[in-house]
């Protein structure tokens, strides 16, 4: 069969509240989805750039042009037994990457298992191109020219510093979709959500190493929400690749047929609306944090304390359903409500008090000093309402909600250009703070018109 190319793309995110406790069943997270974007291009390859003994088997070759050295090539072989797929990466070809790229090569043997448990055709070698938009990462390193939208970052990915938008779920998501797409039926219907969700968080999850609340994908794949986290054993059910049935468990999974462990994930866009009159803004901070084990060091306060956590837990989850309720207000309201912005600003500061009583509680700077006098600063400046330290915290970045206005985000951008402060004691200092490109969208996965990508495939 003749397959067409094909492309989807997967936005980021940013998880406005509710880091750590969404990793809770019990809790939820408030996240906004991005228009930036990873893009995912796929289509036949003839295989000619390589030697002819991996002739007969289905290759596929992942590039990410964007960056030096970011050309990985795997060897699918369709064993006929119940576990999965092997997805081999060939390393000793030159002209292809030797490290390794475990969001891709997880996605790759999920993705190409879930398919040959459908008996969907596999033998057909693919090439994919991934295509990342500028924003997720910052562009310290010096990059070359855009091309059909896209930049060369010139470096290689490892070099490339993070913005903390969600690369890897977006990637996966994007990946994912285009590949269950592009061996099965094509972009003709719409996108297939749920199956690509529960694919993604499969992969995903197998490629983080079992940590993570999954509220990234869940905004790859339909962008803001207010997300509820599904419970653990969902995915624990299905095993590890090389185990007995896994073929078998990771379709029942995908296609939610395992009736003991049903999806009970909670996806509400609805519940989320941000104003016409207000815009997200992202200051990339540059100056990273480890997450793994900022969680780690949370959830042990929280066991070891756990009427203490238990009890600000609940009051951040307060403030978080307020926050979504003021901005469903504000939403509904014509023009400017003093009165609606001031309890906006109000909630926001409240959350913030509490994020900092849990930092001081548990002893991980999620809204660290240096964050703190930034938050600050900003929700001081004309036209700016206020912001928190996103995700996981710590020194990546801060959210913004401002007045959706040129001169607001101008006069901000400049002040901020000027900005540096020092944290006694860890010694972190922030020199450099930028507004990034990206503002909030709704959308989530979609698939993308295939010819656009020309220049890059
Ligand atoms: N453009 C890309 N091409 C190929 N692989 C990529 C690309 N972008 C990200 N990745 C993969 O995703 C990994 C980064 O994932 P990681 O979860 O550490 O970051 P993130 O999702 O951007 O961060 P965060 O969860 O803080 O938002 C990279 O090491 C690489 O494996
Ligand atoms: C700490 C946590 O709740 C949020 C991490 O968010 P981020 O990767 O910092 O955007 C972990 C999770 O939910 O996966």
């Given at each position: 069969m003749a397959r067409e190319p094909l492309a989807v793309s997967a936005p980021g995110k940013v998880l406005f509240t509710g880091g750590f406790l969404?990793?809770?069943?019990?809790h939820t997270g408030l996240v906004l989805g991005l228009d930036a974007r990873i893009h995912v291009h796929v289509e036949a390859w003839k295989k000619s750039e390589i030697s002819t003994n991996q002739e007969g088997s289905t290759m596929v070759l992942v590039q990410s042009?964007?960056?030096?050295?970011a050309k990985w090539l795997y060897n699918v072989v369709n064993t006929q037994t119940d576990l999965a797929v092997q997805v081999r990466q060939?390393?000793?070809?030159?002209?292809?990457?030797?490290?390794?790229n475990k969001f891709v090569e997880t996605t790759l043997q999920y993705a190409l298992t879930y398919l040959r448990s459908r008996s969907s055709s596999i033998d057909t070698s693919c090439k994919l191109t991934i295509l990342a938009d500028d924003s997720y990462y910052s562009q310290s390193v010096t990059s070359g020219q855009t091309q059909q939208g896209f930049l060369d970052f010139g470096c290689q990915i490892s070099e490339a510093h993070k913005t903390g938008l969600g690369s890897s779920a977006a990637l996966v998501t994007a990946l994912a979709a285009a590949l269950v797409t592009w061996y099965t039926e094509?972009?003709?219907?719409?996108?297939p959500q749920r199956m690509v969700h529960n694919l993604a968080q499969a992969a995903h999850c197998a490629a983080q190493g079992k940590v993570g609340s999954g509220f990234d994908v869940a905004a790859a794949v339909f962008g803001s929400c207010l997300y509820r986290r599904f419970t653990p054993s969902i995915l624990e059910a299905v095993g590890e690749p090389n185990s007995s049935g896994f073929m078998d468990k990771l379709r029942l999974c995908v296609d939610d047929l395992n009736l003991d462990y049903k999806w009970d994930v909670e996806i509400s866009s609805r519940a989320v609306q941000l104003p016409k009159s207000l815009l997200l803004l992202m200051c990339d901070v540059d100056c990273g944090s480890e997450t793994p084990s900022m969680v780690r060091k949370v959830l042990a306060w929280r066991k070891e304390k756990q009427a203490e956590a238990g009890l600000l837990w609940n009051a951040i989850q307060e403030g978080s359903n307020d926050l979504c309720r003021n901005l469903t207000h504000l939403s509904q309201l014509e023009g400017v409500d003093k009165q609606a912005r001031q309890e906006l600003t109000d909630t926001i500061l409240t959350i913030r008090s509490l994020v900092r009583e849990m930092s001081a509680k548990s002893?991980?700077?999620?809204?660290?000093k240096v964050i703190t006098e930034l938050l600050d600063f900003c929700s001081s400046q004309h036209g700016v309402i206020g912001g928190v330290a996103p995700g996981a915290g710590g020194y990546d970045a801060v959210a913004l909600l401002v007045d959706n206005d040129v001169e607001v985000v101008r006069d901000l951008e400049q002040r901020l250009d000027r900005w540096q402060a020092f944290e006694e004691g860890t010694g972190m200092a922030i020199g450099k703070v930028r507004l990034l490109k990206v503002r909030q969208a709704y959308e989530g996965a979609r698939y993308e018109?295939?010819?656009?990508y020309s220049e890059w495939v």
């Amino acid at each position: 069969m003749a397959r067409e190319p094909l492309a989807v793309s997967a936005p980021g995110k940013v998880l406005f509240t509710g880091g750590f406790l969404v990793l809770d069943r019990k809790h939820t997270g408030l996240v906004l989805g991005l228009d930036a974007r990873i893009h995912v291009h796929v289509e036949a390859w003839k295989k000619s750039e390589i030697s002819t003994n991996q002739e007969g088997s289905t290759m596929v070759l992942v590039q990410s042009p964007q960056f030096r050295n970011a050309k990985w090539l795997y060897n699918v072989v369709n064993t006929q037994t119940d576990l999965a797929v092997q997805v081999r990466q060939v390393t000793d070809l030159q002209s292809f990457t030797q490290s390794s790229n475990k969001f891709v090569e997880t996605t790759l043997q999920y993705a190409l298992t879930y398919l040959r448990s459908r008996s969907s055709s596999i033998d057909t070698s693919c090439k994919l191109t991934i295509l990342a938009d500028d924003s997720y990462y910052s562009q310290s390193v010096t990059s070359g020219q855009t091309q059909q939208g896209f930049l060369d970052f010139g470096c290689q990915i490892s070099e490339a510093h993070k913005t903390g938008l969600g690369s890897s779920a977006a990637l996966v998501t994007a990946l994912a979709a285009a590949l269950v797409t592009w061996y099965t039926e094509g972009t003709d219907q719409a996108l297939p959500q749920r199956m690509v969700h529960n694919l993604a968080q499969a992969a995903h999850c197998a490629a983080q190493g079992k940590v993570g609340s999954g509220f990234d994908v869940a905004a790859a794949v339909f962008g803001s929400c207010l997300y509820r986290r599904f419970t653990p054993s969902i995915l624990e059910a299905v095993g590890e690749p090389n185990s007995s049935g896994f073929m078998d468990k990771l379709r029942l999974c995908v296609d939610d047929l395992n009736l003991d462990y049903k999806w009970d994930v909670e996806i509400s866009s609805r519940a989320v609306q941000l104003p016409k009159s207000l815009l997200l803004l992202m200051c990339d901070v540059d100056c990273g944090s480890e997450t793994p084990s900022m969680v780690r060091k949370v959830l042990a306060w929280r066991k070891e304390k756990q009427a203490e956590a238990g009890l600000l837990w609940n009051a951040i989850q307060e403030g978080s359903n307020d926050l979504c309720r003021n901005l469903t207000h504000l939403s509904q309201l014509e023009g400017v409500d003093k009165q609606a912005r001031q309890e906006l600003t109000d909630t926001i500061l409240t959350i913030r008090s509490l994020v900092r009583e849990m930092s001081a509680k548990s002893g991980v700077p999620i809204e660290p000093k240096v964050i703190t006098e930034l938050l600050d600063f900003c929700s001081s400046q004309h036209g700016v309402i206020g912001g928190v330290a996103p995700g996981a915290g710590g020194y990546d970045a801060v959210a913004l909600l401002v007045d959706n206005d040129v001169e607001v985000v101008r006069d901000l951008e400049q002040r901020l250009d000027r900005w540096q402060a020092f944290e006694e004691g860890t010694g972190m200092a922030i020199g450099k703070v930028r507004l990034l490109k990206v503002r909030q969208a709704y959308e989530g996965a979609r698939y993308e018109d295939a010819n656009k990508y020309s220049e890059w495939v």
